[in-house]
Every structure is written in structure tokens, then in C-alpha cells.
């Protein structure tokens, strides 16, 4: 039971280029929200999925989009990044019977030139 | 708007006690919120209020009074494995989790 896995761990990006996230997730869990950490600031959620095949816009969705296909993975992409996205990505997951309590993934540290 | 205020950083003394506070306002309340996380790791679940009271696990306490919008997380017997910082979030109406930017706390010898 590997809970909340996040792929890749680190990456450097060229301002433009783009990139995908994948968290994957073997507890069954119906929700899973990206979120980005930032010095100095909370975690601030950028999208979230209640189901397969469903996502919404969280917080600071801009310059980001998602993908939900099956219910244990959970895609960010960044389609022309930008060095203000720099920051580290928490994937997290819960289930719909306790969503409050969020398990998250180890990040990614992403870091555009 | 919503917002969540903790201390920016505190620092104790191994053995000791320590309180860290956080105050919020969200749009609805469903629930006060503690994770840990240690540095360049992904923080993890401490606690859950959503009645008011004290909440004890160990050495660690989580105490809410939904009336104040006021939650402080109550370390004991600190341990320098304790050193990290403790993130408050707080469950709006929308059951989105609005984050505090966290506590940094360091345990001194």
C-alpha cells in the first residue's frame, strides 16, 4: 500500500515548455486535489476532482489544467510554463465518507528558468 | 474573505511545552485542522476538531472554541524529532480546506 505517489520527484523547466504531474493514489479514494506550497503562504489548492471524470477549479487554477480518467490518478498540466510557477506540488487524496482528512504525496519541486 | 493567521515561527527548549496558536475566518466552518510537516517532506495529518474542547493524543493536544475562531495545538515533552512546521487549516462551507502558512518551530538542546 503505497498511499499518495507523486511523479516526478524534481524538475527544471525552460520558461514555455511544458510538463505533466501524475499522482497516483491506491486507497480508493474518491477526491484528490493539486495544491502548490510557496515560502511564506499556505497551501493553496489549484484544482480538485470529486469523482472520475470530474474536475473543478480551486483557489489558483490560472495556467494549469487537470485530468481525471480513472479514479486513481489525478494529471496536472502546465501547457507553457511560467517562472512564477515555480514552487513545490502536494497531491493529496480522501475518501467521501472523510474527506476533511487529506493524505498527501511526497511533491514535486519544479523550478522554471 | 477567508484567512487563517498563525505565528510565523517559535522556538522551545527539548523536554519543554509549547502552544501554537491560529486564528480564522471562513465563510461556514466545518472543521480546525493540524498537519505537521518536516522539512522537504509532505505534511501530514495531526488532528481534527469541530466541536469546541480539548482534544488529547498523546503528547500532543488540539484545543477549538468555535466562537472565538481560535485553535492552538499544545506539544509536550518536546522532542527534537518535533522540530518542523505545524500547518493550521480550517474546512470552510464548501468543505475546502483554506491554509494557514504555517508555524516553524524549533527545539533547541
Known amino acids: 500500500n503505497a498511499g499518495v505517489t507523486q511523479t516526478p520527484k524534481f524538475r527544471v523547466l525552460k520558461t514555455g515548455q511544458s510538463m505533466t504531474l501524475l499522482c497516483a493514489q491506491d486507497?480508493?479514494?474518491?477526491?484528490m486535489y493539486w495544491y502548490r506550497q510557496d515560502p511564506g503562504m499556505g497551501l493553496r489548492l489549484i484544482h480538485y476532482?470529486?469523482?472520475?471524470?470530474?474536475?473543478a477549479k480551486g483557489e489558483v487554477p490560472d495556467g494549469y489544467n487537470v485530468s481525471r480518467l480513472k479514479k486513481q490518478n489525478f494529471l496536472l498540466g502546465l501547457e507553457s510554463a511560467a517562472p512564477s510557477q515555480t514552487s513545490v506540488y502536494f497531491c493529496?487524496?480522501?475518501?467521501?465518507?472523510?474527506?476533511?482528512?487529506?493524505?498527501f504525496g511526497p511533491g514535486t519541486r519544479l523550478l522554471v528558468l | 474573505g477567508q484567512n487563517i493567521d498563525q505565528p510565523t515561527e517559535m522556538t522551545a527548549t527539548e523536554g519543554a511545552i509549547v502552544q501554537i496558536n491560529c486564528t480564522y475566518q471562513?465563510?461556514?466552518?466545518?472543521?480546525l485542522f493540524w498537519y505537521q510537516q518536516h522539512a522537504g517532506e509532505a505534511p501530514t495529518f495531526l488532528s481534527y476538531n469541530v466541536l469546541d474542547g480539548l482534544e488529547e493524543k498523546g503528547r500532543f493536544s488540539s484545543f477549538l472554541s468555535r466562537s472565538k475562531g481560535y485553535s492552538y495545538l499544545l506539544l509536550k515533552e518536546l522532542q527534537m524529532k518535533d522540530s518542523a512546521s505545524y500547518l493550521c487549516?480550517?474546512?470552510?462551507?464548501?468543505?475546502?480546506?483554506?491554509w494557514g502558512a504555517g508555524t516553524k518551530l524549533i527545539i533547541k538542546p
Open positions: 471562513t465563510s461556514g466552518f466545518n472543521g
Open positions: 493529496a487524496s480522501s475518501s467521501r465518507d472523510a474527506q476533511e482528512t487529506q493524505y
Open positions: 487549516a480550517a474546512l470552510d462551507s464548501n468543505y475546502q480546506l483554506i
Open positions: 476532482s470529486v469523482g472520475e471524470g470530474t474536475t
Open positions: 486507497m480508493n479514494h474518491e477526491y
